[in-house]
């Protein structure tokens, strides 16, 4: 028996993983549906990267073919050395100028920044043990072939190290004779492509810079969003006075009037299902089975925990549990020991309910696709009835169930009808003697127009109803006769399930994921808002306290992070995928699924300009640092500049950047406005010099010193250490680096929010991890201060708050490149936390 002090008999609960299927639905299985639309997007994304591929292959190619006759010429012709060589072995010039012709078949060589002709390449170069005495090798290299530049290799017998250096005096390679060499480029590989990342002029040895955890750390600080629309009973409400309901990971307890939340994080997969013990402490949650992150699947799991301390329990006696494999295995469990008490397969059609009989504690009761199932538990053994629905209409669904103070079964279905069930004597005269009782339906009660979602019970018997087509709630008498009702604003959705506050007042919550908090005189305010489909599009003001997000279900909402509510929200006719700020604050560009963008006034709400881009998705906005330009990435693979003037209000074409063989996927401006970086979706970085017409830049040498207003691109020199080794190129969604420049966010493909500290240009980079998500994080964003960091889920439809801590004294990222690569020796790379 339970040690429990609220009951001395063992206490029973229960608790179902349950898919919503409404009347009007005909589609049974959406998780399904959604896998075959990953596994197109990724069959899809394999054709881009294979074309580009090719592209670059014959790219490569071409190069190849045009450049070998001009260096065997300049080898055959002698002008390779110069007369002033001293001492110099003839296989020493044989093998650089081998590896010199290696390196420019493979990739265009570095331009000197002062002379866009010129070009350079890394070599290495054999050991020149026994030649203490210095040597020196002047290369003329023609115009034809490397363009006007002189280079100078020279040769350190005592330290054995050859760099390569342009007369001009700047650096351009270092190579230790020995074996060891310092990288003036590096490459990494994504699915076998190499990316080559040219480092900085401020780093002098690229291996000994130290890769650290950041000093700050991220705390949960607030939650946006319900899980209304696929998952039922998830609502209650504690005598502490918090509702308790879940989205994504994370379980909600949400003080109504405090307006505080606390958290439950546990969970490490999407919570479907909650129930609260009848001691309304204890709550039990269940999460869905998913993968690991090899793919394999994992065991769905069950927490039972303390609402007051937020500590995990195992202290109810018994605990029913439905899960949503195809047999829906129903099974009860000793949660004091641990163990499974019975199991056996219920249906194989959807299961919505199941519940203990709270008067007779061996009964259990479940309903769903057309059936009522009434179960007894004796000896660790099931047996089962099935309701009889006789001369009624059998409904598709029965949706919901409790029980009356008289101990009678109410169900509400999708015919929108309520029946009563009670027990039948056995019928021995036409089934003999071996006839038992039936449970049968003994009263049918009209209440809604279309499905009732949800019964609730009150104290004295009393009954609340909610609709789903109708959206109404109607309150009931013990004998089921209509007492109140009242009809819940259409732009929320249907009544999902209802928790009673103090009789009077009342908690609803709705398919379009949002708590409502009224009674029937005064009607019903949201308290708890959320988008209601995939979202992607997230930006942060530049200097207030609001973000705005848009997302597949066509709204665009501005959010609060002082007040933790949503100010606004309109509708728009397509999906709104990406969205940037005016750094003047006045006005926010929305990039649709069309090509389409608007212009909004954030105080009228009113669109100020709007145009359309070609006819695919657009995939970025981003905003010059003087607000001067926007520029616009498309999936068309195009880049669109405008012009900007009327303060964000007028917009007209300035250029087009034409260059990229895939769709883009992020770009930044740089600190002067005048250049971009921009990343691709076959992983090209490329750089356009806007001033002079959107030009593309060839040589990305050019731009490695660059400075950049924001880093929002996940290709990068100063962003390749968020990359895991074996990456595919898609783990990782967005990142956004700090205004401080000390740390980057990464939103990565497997429900993790990371914090790495900036730069991170060595692969294997440590950083902070955070779990919450239950979908892959397509976005990360930062408020302006930097006090918080946004990360937005994809299918989870969950916006998370979390407050930045920490962080110490303010280094400049520059500093700590530079402070870095000084060191003379390498420490061990620290363990990711």
């Known amino acids: 028996e339970s040690k429990s002090s609220c009951s001395t008999y063992p206490i029973y609960h229960n608790l179902t993983c349950i898919n919503d299927v409404s009347a009007d639905s005909s589609a049974e299985f959406p998780d399904r549906a959604s896998m075959m639309e990953v596994r197109l997007q990724a069959q899809e994304d394999e054709i881009t990267l294979l074309k580009s591929s090719l592209a670059d292959a014959l790219r490569r190619i071409r190069l190849h073919d045009q450049l070998l006759p001009l260096l065997k010429q300049q080898l055959i012709a002698g002008r390779l050395i110069s007369h002033n060589i001293k001492t110099i072995d003839n296989s020493l010039v044989q093998h650089l100028w081998d590896a010199l012709e290696q390196a420019r078949s493979m990739e265009t060589p570095p331009h000197n920044p002062q002379d866009p002709q010129g070009s350079t390449a890394n070599v290495s170069v054999p050991d020149t043990t026994g030649h203490p005495q210095r040597s020196c090798v002047h290369a003329l290299m023609n ?57 900085p002029s401020n780093i002098q040895n690229y291996e000994d810079l130290k890769m650290e955890p950041p000093s700050e750390r991220l705390e949960l600080d607030w939650v946006y969003g319900y899980r209304g629309r696929d998952c039922r009973a998830n609502l209650y409400f504690l005598p502490t006075g918090e509702a308790v309901y879940f989205i994504a990971c994370v379980i909600v307890l949400y003080h109504i009037n405090n307006r505080t939340q606390r958290h439950y994080r546990k969970h490490t997969d999407c919570v479907r299902c909650l129930t609260l013990h009848p001691d309304k402490v204890r709550v039990a949650s269940g999460q869905t089975a998913g993968v690991d992150k090899d793919g394999k699947p994992l065991q769905p799991c069950v927490h039972i925990w303390d609402s007051t301390s937020l500590v995990t329990l195992q202290q109810i006696a018994f605990l029913c549990v439905i899960d949503d494999s195809n047999e829906h295995m129903l099974s009860v469990w000793d949660c004091n020991k641990g163990t499974k008490h019975a199991e056996i397969k219920s249906t194989n059609e959807a299961v919505f309910a199941v519940e203990f009989n709270p008067s007779d504690s061996t009964n259990i009761i479940t309903c769903g696709k057309s059936h009522v199932y009434f179960w007894t538990l004796s000896a660790g053994q099931f047996t089962k009835k099935q309701g009889i629905f006789g001369k009624y209409k059998k409904p598709k669904f029965i949706q919901c169930f409790v029980f009356s103070l008289t101990g009678d079964v109410l169900t509400g279905d999708s015919e929108g009808n309520i029946l009563t069930w009670g027990k039948s004597a056995a019928d021995i005269k036409t089934l003999g003697k071996g006839a038992k009782e039936t449970f049968q339906i003994m009263r049918q009660t009209r209440a809604h127009e279309g499905s009732v979602f949800t019964l609730c019970t009150l104290q004295g018997g009393a009954l609340l109803s909610g609709g789903g087509k109708d959206r109404k709630i109607i309150r009931w008498s013990a004998d089921l006769a209509p007492e109140r009702e009242c009809e819940i604003p259409e732009k929320f959705g249907a009544v999902r ?76 006719e397509e999906y709104g995928l990406c969205a940037d700020f005016c750094p003047n604050g006045s006005v926010v560009s929305v990039g649709l699924s069309t090509g389409r963008w608007m212009v909004l006034d954030l105080l009228t709400r009113e669109v100020v300009s709007e145009s359309t881009d070609g006819n695919e998705q657009l995939s970025v906005m981003r905003y010059s640092p003087d607000g001067s330009f926007l520029a616009v990435g498309s999936h068309d693979n195009f880049i669109y500049i405008y012009n900007v003037t009327e303060s964000g209000r007028r917009y007209t074409r300035f250029g087009k950047c034409n260059g990229h063989s895939s769709f883009i996927t992020h770009l930044d401006w740089s600190k002067d406005g005048k250049y971009i970086m921009s ?82 240009p060595k692969p294997k980079a440590p950083s902070h991890k955070y779990e919450g998500h239950g979908s892959h994080v397509t976005n990360v964003c930062f408020t302006h201060s930097d006090s918080h960091l946004l990360s937005m889920g994809g299918k989870d439809m969950c916006i998370l708050q979390w407050k930045v801590i920490g962080g110490g004294g303010m280094v400049d990222s520059r500093e700590r490149l530079a402070s870095g690569s000084s060191t003379s020796t390498s420490s061990p790379e620290p363990a990711t936390s």
């Not at 050019?702 to 390749?720: I, N, P, Q």
Request: with cysteine; proline share 1%; glycine share 10%.
């Open 679 to 760: 990343n691709s979706g076959d992983y090209e970085i490329l750089y356009w010099d806007i001033a002079a017409g959107c030009k593309l830049l060839r040589n990305r040498f050019e731009s490695k010193d660059r400075e950049w207003a924001s880093y929002t691109c996940v290709l990068g020199f100063h962003v390749m250490g968020v990359w895991l080794e074996g990456s595919d190129g898609t783990d990782i969604n967005a990142l956004c680096r700090s205004h401080s420049e000390r740390v980057v966010a990464v939103a990565d493909d497997f429900c993790k929010v990371h914090l790495f500290q900036y730069p991170c």
């Open 497 to 572: 399930t209802i928790a009673d506050v103090d009789g009077e007042e009342l908690l609803v919550g709705t398919t379009r994921n949002a708590v409502l908090r009224g009674t029937f005189s005064d009607g019903f305010v949201a308290i708890v808002q959320g988008h209601v489909d995939e979202m992607w599009g997230l930006a942060t003001h530049p200097s207030q306290n609001i973000f705005l997000t848009c997302g597949h279900d066509r709204q665009v909402c501005l959010w609060n992070t002082e007040e933790h509510k949503l100010d606004w929200c309109i509708s728009l």
């Open 143 to 199: 115009q034809s072939c490397f363009g006007s530049m002189r280079g100078t290799c020279t040769i350190l017998g005592k330290s054995h190290r050859c760099w390569i250096r342009l007369e001009s005096g700047e650096f351009v390679g270092q190579v230790n004779t020995l074996g060891s060499l310092s990288w003036q480029s590096i490459k990494m590989f994504i699915r076998g492509r190499p990316i080559t990342m040219y480092i």
